[in-house]
């Protein structure tokens, strides 16, 4: 009986001891589950932070990468564009150069004919069409051995045009023609006025004038030649001819004063008789 009761309380005991180890594994398990839980929330933290740093990456790794060909590309499109700009330079360097040497040639071409047709025109000894002609010449498309000749042609022409005026204007004179006469002396000096002969070409006009009866203008004329001219036949006339034009634009005394001025410088001159007389007379005329 009381073996019994001692294996029953061993029972109870052992029962009792499998309930708290039960309760004991109960609350490991639980434990453990909590545990395991926890691990798995932060597994999961880590996975999804993972998964955004690998996004976070991508999407950087993605924008550099862009941000590189962007500009990658740029580079090139700026240097593609530097590379068309310098060749539309170029190329518009070729144009004004191809522009120029046609111009050029079209001057040289043009130069060569105007050159050619002028050239004939001396040969035919054409004065007058060659010196009307020169001022039209292209002179930019001459070179400066055709320009020399050319202004050297012209001007003997025109010295050679203006002496024949001079001898025409003379024999017009001579007969009685003198408006004819005077513009005749006018257009020598138009074609040449620094010629030599240019004095005497003066020296006829204001003898024409004289005859046209206009001695004041006469009178201006020999004025700046009694200065001017050197040679000394032709200054006696001068001096005769202005004493005339003084007389009869009624500076009597400026005629007066011309004469003795002859008689001093030139004492032995084939007008001193002409030149005493003429005195005399306008020292009467004063006196009356």
């Known amino acids: 009986m009381l073996d019994a009761e001692q294996e029953l309380e061993e029972v109870k005991r052992e029962i009792i001891e499998s309930r708290g180890l039960i309760i004991k594994t109960n609350n490991l398990a639980n434990s453990l589950a909590a545990d395991i839980k926890a691990i798995a ?3 999961a933290g880590y996975e999804r932070q993972f998964t ?4 976070a990456a991508y999407f950087i790794f993605a924008a550099l990468t862009f941000i590189g060909l962007k500009l990658a590309s740029d580079a090139r ?3 593609v564009e530097r590379e068309k700009e310098g060749l539309n330079r170029h190329l518009a360097t070729m144009k004004r150069e191809l522009e120029d040497e046609t111009r050029r040639t079209e001057e040289r071409r043009r130069g060569a004919a105007a050159a050619e047709s002028f050239h004939q025109l001396i040969r035919k000894q054409e004065r007058e069409r060659v010196i009307e002609r020169y001022p039209e010449l292209p002179q930019a498309d001459f070179s400066e051995v055709e ?4 202004r050297e042609v012209v001007a003997r022409f025109r010295q050679s045009l203006a002496f024949d005026r001079y001898l025409l204007g003379l024999e017009e004179q001579r007969s009685g023609k003198y408006p004819e006469a005077l513009k005749l002396f006018e257009a020598s000096l138009a074609l040449d006025s620094a010629a030599s002969h240019v004095p005497r070409v003066q020296l006829a006009r204001a003898v024409t004038l004289l005859k046209l ?6 009178l201006e004329l020999t004025t700046k030649l009694v200065d ?3 040679d000394k036949e032709l200054a006696q006339e001068v001096y005769m001819v202005h004493a005339d034009a ?4 009624g500076s009597i005394e400026v005629a ?3 004469l003795r001025q002859f008689a001093r410088k030139f004492p032995r001159s084939f007008y001193s008789t002409e030149a005493r007389d003429r005195l005399r007379d306008l020292v009467r005329k004063k006196s009356s």
């Open 213 to 218: 009866k206009q001695p004041e203008k006469a």
């Open 256 to 258: 007066k004063e011309t």
């Open 228 to 230: 001017q001219v050197k």
């Open 41 to 43: 929330r932060r597994q």
């Open 147 to 150: 320009k020399a000749y050319f």
């Open 246 to 249: 003084a007389d009869k634009a």
């Open 52 to 55: 955004w740093n690998s996004a």
């Open 77 to 79: 499109i700026r240097e």
